[in-house]
């Protein structure tokens, strides 16, 4: 169900502009020939995260670069299935409540501290602790998790209160990366600067605005079985710096300044196709595609008929065309077409349909007009708030322009959309307040399609941290969710989520626009094996070395 797609690269393209902001070339030329060890690698990406502890809050930028220092219990490869990584073993007793791990001997963290079951019982208090200010791996535990015990040095027992069927696939994620609980222990601001694990890199520098400093874990002995290779990373350093500008970005990777780019550009796709040392790699996240979640608290959107209207005026195959030009695919689905179980039935229930959307809208009560020709009832106006971060690398352009163009197609059935630029403090506050919004831009990648239950259940609803962004719920959703949670029958897992998924699209909370994708642009003639995990197109550079002398 997985895409990975490795696109040729062919002819040259010119220099750009934005590369002063980059910084001196790596030093891979002045490395000996023959070997692969040694050598800084630039790696330039468009989002700085908040914090470089994933266990707080949960965004994306988090678990890409927390993949670097810290390591998971267990890995997952691309058909679902998992290996050991800090865990060599487990059993899962046969009710599916109680996980055993069996941790691996003589791990270290970096700062010398041994891993141990007590500290896997320490990360996971981390995680469920409010203090921690968790918005995803929470989510994932918490309408499951029951306790963690040490049961000896080396084995660590997870209990749920239900079954949960995709919980070693969740813990696979970089937001359930294992830290040293004294580092854990300097508290939440100090360890959001430098955490500590047992990875193949070590954080020693966080310059706020232009880039991380990683150095090598000279011991490093704990790399997940899928790896490419064991031991310590090849690379010596990495800096992971920050350009969320589209052109300095590519810049910087044309000019040989940056070794890999996260994020290429849609406008610049043609010119890394016409440059032989390019070679791009994208991989379509499963889970939640990115998606205008309506906020049912609004009168206006608790009528199912205008939600519906609001989604056959959008045209959102065609925007999504437009924004990314032909990058991005459509995606109308409530999970995305990389998710297990997906189920191309949904693919886009609500086609582009001006003339419906304006019937559901008249059998709403919304037939009058103001001075602008927007549709009125009862003295009010239909006109819906969207708030979008102001600044350009949580919002690309692209995003930026279907916000415009989605807009506009609502304007030609008389629905007011009002886009609001914020800044980031004002979103953070806005995420937990529905009376602040109506629209919202939002996704989730997950490596299960149970991430339906985070995203749209009266529990996540309940917790109130602004998840369940369309503010509602429903209860034969929820039941066939924990259903498929509670079963490892494959087929019965399949039918529970395919009928989540019609659920969805009657409940139309949302309008599906585009799936997440991992979207890296590497330097082939400076750069090798740099590869994307499945789990949440985290990219791994502990197998990544440098070319020279013609290797």
């Known amino acids: 169900m997985r895409r990975r797609h ?18 001196p070339p790596a030093p891979s030329a002045t490395l000996p020939t023959g070997t692969r060890s040694g050598g800084e690698l ?3 990406t468009d989002r700085e995260p908040t914090c470089l502890d994933p266990h707080n809050s949960g965004d994306m930028p988090q678990t890409y670069i927390a993949r670097q220092y810290l390591d998971s219990l267990v890995s997952m490869q691309e058909d679902g299935t998992v290996v050991p990584w800090l865990a ?5 007793s046969s009710d599916g409540l109680i996980y055993d791990f069996t941790l691996k001997e003589g791990v270290e963290f970096t700062d010398g ?3 141990d079951a007590q500290a896997v019982v320490a990360n996971v208090e981390q995680i469920m602790d409010p203090a921690t200010q968790s918005s995803t791996a929470l989510l994932y535990l918490s309408p499951y998790f029951e306790s963690a015990e040490a049961i000896s040095e080396h084995i660590v027992r997870l209990t749920l209160k239900r079954p949960y069927s995709p919980l070693l696939t969740v813990l696979s994620q970089a937001f359930f990366g294992i830290e040293s609980p004294a580092a854990m222990a300097r508290g939440l601001e ?39 290779h064991q031991g310590p990373a090849y690379l010596e350093k990495v800096t992971w710096r920050f350009l969320p500008d589209n052109t300095a970005r590519f810049g910087a990777l044309q000019s040989g300044r940056a070794h890999a780019i996260f994020n290429l550009p849609p406008e610049s796709v043609p010119a890394a ?16 595609p990115f998606a205008l979640d309506l906020n049912t608290t609004d009168p206006a959107l608790d009528d199912l008929r205008v939600r519906r209207a609001i989604v056959h005026a959008s045209d959102a195959r065609g925007i999504v065309a437009s924004a990314y030009a032909g990058v991005f695919p459509y995606e109308g689905n409530a999970v995305s077409s990389g998710t297990p179980a997906y189920d191309e039935r949904f693919h886009e229930p609500f086609p582009y349909d001006p003339g419906r959307a304006n019937d559901l809208l008249d059998e709403a009560g919304w037939t009058g007009r103001d001075a ?3 549709r009125m009832k009862e003295g009010r106006t239909l006109a819906l708030r969207l708030p979008y971060a102001s600044d350009p690398g949580e919002t690309p352009p692209a995003d930026l322009t279907i916000y415009q163009n989605f807009q506009a197609m609502e304007k030609r059935v008389g629905v007011k959309i009002e886009l609001l630029p914020s800044d980031a403090a004002t979103m953070t506050a806005m995420k937990s307040d529905p009376t602040r919004y109506d629209i919202q831009g939002r996704y989730w990648n997950s490596p299960t399609p149970n991430v339906m239950y985070i995203k749209f259940s009266q529990e996540t609803l309940e917790l109130g941290n602004g998840q369940n962004v369309s503010q509602d719920y429903d209860e034969e959703l929820d039941e066939t969710l924990l259903a498929a949670a509670a079963t490892t029958d494959a087929e019965e897992q399949v039918a529970l989520y395919s009928r989540a998924q019609e659920l969805l699209v009657a409940r139309t909370w949302h ?19 740099i590869w994307i995990e499945p789990s949440e197109g985290e990219p791994v550079l502990h197998d990544a070395y440098l070319v020279r002398g013609g290797r």
């Open 190 to 228: 100090e360890n959001c600067l430098a955490p500590v694990g047992t990875g193949p890199f070590i954080v020693t520098e966080w310059k706020r605005n232009r880039e991380v400093v990683m150095i090598r874990n000279e011991n490093y002995t704990s790399a997940p079985a899928d790896a490419k």
């Open 372 to 374: 602008e020709g927007y």
């Open 42 to 44: 630039v790696y330039a």
């Open 511 to 529: 309008v599906p626009l585009y799936p997440i994708q991992t979207r890296l642009a590497v330097r082939s003639d400076l750069v090798r094996d």
């Open 88 to 92: 060599e073993s487990w059993e899962i």
């Open 113 to 115: 501290e041994s891993l």
């Open 273 to 288: 196709r016409a440059d032989d040392t390019i070679d791009t790699e994208d991989f379509i996240h499963s889970g939640v």
């Open 6 to 23: 490795l696109l040729a690269a062919i002819g040259v393209a010119g220099a750009s502009t934005g590369l002063a902001a980059c910084g």
